[in-house]
T-cell receptor, first 114, second 114 residues
Framework: NAGVTQTPKFQVLKTGQSMTLQCAQDMNHEYMSWYRQDPGMGLRLIHYSVGAGITDQGEVPNGYNVSRSTTEDFPLRLLSAAPSQTSVYFC?????????????FGPGTRLTVT | AQSVTQPDIHITVSEGASLELRCNYSYGATPYLFWYVQSPGQGLQLLLKYFSGDTLVQGIKGFEAEFKRSQSSFNLRKPSVHWSDAAEYFCAVGAPGTASKLTFGTGTRLQVTL
């Protein structure tokens, strides 16, 4: 049971390049989320999904796209990278519940846009 | 909308001293509350969580937190800090039915002096 995995661990992009951050979980969790972490700002929600085929925007969605074709995978796409997207990105998952829950976090991807 | 305030950006304590990290939340009902720790260059580890019931919750690594509804607070405590506790600590709030979304505070960086 690997939990939540993210690839790559580190990435350097040039402004305008595109890339996809990968996130996968093997816990059969229906809910998945993407956060970005910036100094002094904590973690902020980018996009989230409550099941395959269902996604929604979080607090800071601009510049990012997501899709959820399977329960296991939730990739985050940067279509045209900007220096403001330099950040550490965390993926998280949790099971479907209307009650108490816990989010399980991946190890993060550190992205630098030059 | 829910929000979290961690008023202390940086705290320094001596090894063996007691620790209290402050967290205040804003939410219309009883929220779900979490404390996470992040060591340098690492991901997030859940220390403890509160959903309901006993307002004093015990977590891992000797940490505890107390939920005080009247003060909208969920402060993290440890009676005797170890040098290995040096890290960044995040308080987070969630709501019933929103297991894909957490709102994080901006974090408190703990430095431990020997």
């Amino acid at each position: 049971n690997a939990g939540v995995t993210q690839t790559p661990k580190f990435q350097v992009l040039k402004t305008g390049q595109s890339m996809t951050l990968q996130c996968a979980q093997d816990m059969n969790h229906e809910y998945m989320s993407w956060y970005r972490q910036d100094p002094g700002m904590g973690l902020r929600l980018i996009h989230y999904s409550v099941g395959a085929g269902i996604t929604d925007q979080g607090e800071v969605p601009n510049g990012y796209n997501v899709s959820r074709s399977t329960t296991e995978d939730f990739p985050l796409r940067l279509l045209s990278a900007a220096p403001s997207q330099t950040s550490v990105y965390f993926c998280a998952s949790s099971y479907r519940t209307s009650g108490p829950f816990e989010q399980y976090f991946g190890p993060g991807t550190r992205l630098t846009v030059t | 909308a829910q929000s979290v305030t961690q008023p202390d950006i940086h705290i320094t304590v001596s090894e063996g001293a007691s620790l209290e990290l402050r967290c205040n939340y804003s939410y219309g009902a009883t929220p779900y509350l979490f404390w996470y720790v992040q060591s340098p260059g690492q991901g997030l580890q859940l220390l403890l969580k509160y959903f309901s019931g006993d307002t004093l919750v015990q977590g891992i690594k000797g940490f505890e937190a107390e939920f005080k509804r009247s003060q909208s607070s969920f402060n993290l405590r440890k009676p005797s800090v170890h040098w290995s506790d040096a890290a960044e600590y995040f308080c987070a709030v969630g709501a019933p039915g929103t297991a894909s979304k957490l709102t994080f505070g901006t974090g408190t960086r703990l430095q431990v002096t020997l």
